[in-house]
């Protein structure tokens, strides 16, 4: 048989023969698939590997490599579609021929939806040599096939669709690996290097005994209950792998008793990873910083942002360089947002698809849960079932505020039974009662704020909008303001984050006023708060930043206030709030939020009330027709398509040097921490403009003002100000 090669050639002059390539990425895909379904389908996900590059057999394909190692310009030449047309010819007695074309023929371009695959293939007719040529390497590959028959598991159309999924990431990913190795082998070596489990779990138990060291003298009701907390996720461990809930008021521990529970259940029940997902990144900057301190520098992965590449079939060293860049989570340890990973586990790209294979036989604890999307909740629920009975994963639900998921409004949980970790929880919100509600009569408008917010010393405002927050911001007008909102770059999140700590621990006046992205989560503890009226959860997870630590003599105050001419959005954020406004008036008295029961209340009113809307957009229904991109187009929890910005601030000249020189996975995650989001619309106009400068594709330098306190100058609208 003639050789063929798959890939150019290496640093060391080697081409990539195409018979190996196939070879190693097909062993790869059957061993991470062992995770699915009890590794009955490592057959099939061999079968994909093997496939899917070997339309590279054609003439016009080896030309074109001739042509890039030649230096000559050639246009480019699809391999996919062959492949998928050879699979379907040779798979076509089973029923999974068409699974199997999807993932085959969407290795580069991403799932289409079957009939339009099937439309498309209809144009492709290989040569009677060139199937030939096909048939003669696959018989050399099924000679090193371990099994010989595929069986699959009876599916319902739901399960087939993210069993689609899940194959087609082990093949992306399987892929990438080994034109890595070819190309950038001294980078493969890397991947090995983080420390397992078992090792984290190590030097998480010494930490946690030396924190207990130096708390023995310091009795209170905040470390009792944070005790409690941890001693339960420690026991609860110990069961088997499902769903749990993890209830708990704010500042009592959550953040260090998750993790505990994860390690040392991951360890009793085999899994392989641990993935934090949190609504913000502000939370993931303090989050992921909280697990270094504990774990060692070298133990975290924090991903933000996602590579984009090109969905064409190009083997320029340019384009393979930016797809090798794309994070495949290979870590132990991974702290993502709630964005990242839902969007990438109903996307149909290859870049963001590459990673959730990992998701099976992890612990997938979602942080502040109740920010999970209400309009896409039956899709979500639906796939976390589907990877908690198939693939293995643990899912975990930690919040303050637990969110009504029941099977009368979420037929998808049916016959789940959610595990709650810490079961004496109402005692624990008792014990840490340490706020007391106010509400202002009358809407206040932005200067009656100001006025009322400089009467103290030191208070944080949380607000609806980052417009609303910029407007308060301008009106205060003094040094002791300080802002926070996703116009500032994680790095600058950070820094501003440690300045309010520094002057919060003085004693030295401070005014924060921030949009959501502080509320849920992050670690601060002021006297006064005031929260615009919005969603009731979100309320309350405000009120978590006053008097966290109980330092006060008698209780931290919260106002709830209503903003003049407010305009709010539609949809469930709006309803949360509507829900909220009844509630405080049928309660009477606001501190009527300190009762944690209140929210199993709230919850059921608000997923009433949205009824079908929990499936807004028929996610369900297109994923039962197999229609790939119709699922990613509509499951979008920011609904418009978004870009990075690289903002000047701190390091990020060396970090965009260092992308530039090197477009490595390394170096992209050197550089989210100079990152802010824009809607894609808007990021054209600014680039007409000249306040954009274009780094790569998809990839933009900010050109304009970046002010200290204000972060990026000119941009309003803020994708994640509304995640509910």
């Known amino acids: ?35 699915f379904y009890g590794g009955i389908l490592k057959p099939l996900a061999w079968l994909a590997g093997v496939f899917h590059d070997i339309g590279k057999v054609s003439p016009g394909f080896q030309s074109y490599l001739e042509a890039i190692e030649a230096g000559r310009v050639k246009q480019k030449v699809p391999h996919s579609p062959l492949g998928a047309l050879f699979s379907r010819s040779v798979l076509s007695r089973l029923e999974v021929k068409d699974d199997l074309a999807l993932i085959v023929a969407g290795h580069h371009s991403g799932l289409d939806e079957i009939g339009t695959l099937t439309s498309k293939l209809a144009g492709y007719g290989p040569d009677q040599d060139l199937v030939q040529e096909m048939t003669e390497m696959l018989q050399v590959m099924m000679k090193r096939m ?41 980078r493969a070596r890397l991947r090995d290097q983080a420390p397992t489990l078992a090792e984290l779990a190590i030097r998480f138990r010494k930490d946690q005994e030396e924190l207990l060291r130096q708390n023995a003298g310091t009795p209170s009701a905040v470390n009792e209950v944070r005790k409690d907390v941890y001693r339960a996720c420690v026991d609860a461990a110990k069961s088997p792998q499902g769903w749990y809930r993890l209830t708990a008021p704010t500042g009592a521990g959550k953040t260090r008793s998750a993790l505990a529970f994860a390690l040392e259940h991951a360890l009793i029940n085999g899994h392989e990873r641990i993935i934090f997902a949190l609504p913000y990144t502000s939370i993931i900057d303090q989050n992921a910083e909280v697990y270094r301190s504990i774990l060692g520098p070298d133990s975290v992965l924090e991903h933000h942002s996602q590579v984009k590449t090109s969905d064409e079939e190009d083997e320029e060293q340019r384009v393979l360089r930016m797809r090798l860049a794309e994070e495949n989570w290979d870590v132990p340890l991974i702290v993502t947002t709630t964005v990242q990973l839902l969007e990438s586990l109903f996307s149909n790209r290859p870049s963001s698809c590459r990673k959730i294979h990992r998701i099976a036989k ?136 440690e300045e309010v700590r520094r002057r919060l621990g003085r004693g030295e006046p401070v005014r924060l006023v921030s949009t959501q992205v502080v509320e849920a989560g992050v670690d601060l503890d002021f006297p006064v708060v005031y929260r615009a009226v919005g969603p009731l959860d979100r309320i309350v997870q405000a009120a978590g930043r006053c008097n966290r630590e109980g330092r006060l003599p008698g209780f931290g105050e919260v106002v709830i206030f209503e903003l003049e001419d407010e305009k709010l959005p539609r949809g469930p954020y709006k309803a949360g709030l509507e829900q909220a406004k009844l509630i405080l008036a049928e309660c009477g008295s606001p501190d009527a939020l300190n009762e944690p029961d209140i929210f199993e209340d709230y919850f059921s009113r608000l997923f009433s009330v949205l009824g079908q809307n929990l499936d807004q957009y028929g996610i369900q229904q297109s994923r039962s027709r197999l229609n790939f991109p119709k699922v990613a187009e509509d499951y979008r929890i920011i609904r418009e398509d978004t870009v990075p910005v690289v903002v000047k601030y701190g390091r990020s000249q060396e970090a965009v040097r260092r992308w530039q020189a090197d477009p490595s996975r390394d170096a992209w995650r050197g550089l989210q921490a100079y990152m802010v989001n824009i809607y894609e619309r808007e990021a054209r106009e600014y680039f007409r403009d000249g306040f954009l400068s274009k780094l790569a594709d998809d990839l933009y330098l900010w050109e304009g003002v970046y002010d200290e306190v204000k972060g990026l100058s000119g941009v309003w609208r803020d994708p994640a100000d509304l995640i509910v």
């Open 1 to 35: 048989m003639r050789v063929y090669y798959a890939h150019t050639r290496n640093s060391e002059g080697a081409m990539h023969r195409l018979d190996e390539h196939l070879l190693a990425v097909a062993e790869l895909a059957g061993k991470y698939s062992e995770r």
């Open 146 to 186: 371990e099994s010989k028959g595929i069986k699959i598991p009876p599916l319902n159309e739901l399960q087939r669709e993210l069993l689609v999924r899940m194959l087609f990431s082990v093949l992306i990913d399987a892929d990438r690996l080994d034109t890595e190795l070819h190309f950038f082998p001294e």
């Open 362 to 497: 992890s612990v997938l604890i979602f942080d502040e849960a109740q920010t999970l999307p209400p309009e896409l909740l039956r899709p979500t629920m639906q796939v976390l079932k589907d990877l908690a009975e198939n693939y293995g994963t643990t899912v975990v639900l930690s919040t303050a505020t637990q969110p009504a998921l029941k099977d009368e409004f979420l037929p998808e949980l049916e016959g789940i039974k959610i595990r709650e970790i810490v079961p004496d929880y109402p005692r624990h919100f008792e014990m840490l009662k340490r706020v007391e509600y106010r509400r202002l009569e009358e809407p206040v408008s932005i200067a009656a704020l100001a006025a009322e917010i400089s009467r103290h010393q030191q208070v944080m405002v949380v607000m609806n909008t980052r417009r609303s927050a910029l407007l308060l911001v301008d009106e205060l007008g003094e040094e002791d303001c300080l802002h926070l909102s996703t116009l500032l770059c994680s790095a600058h999140r950070r820094k501003v984050l």
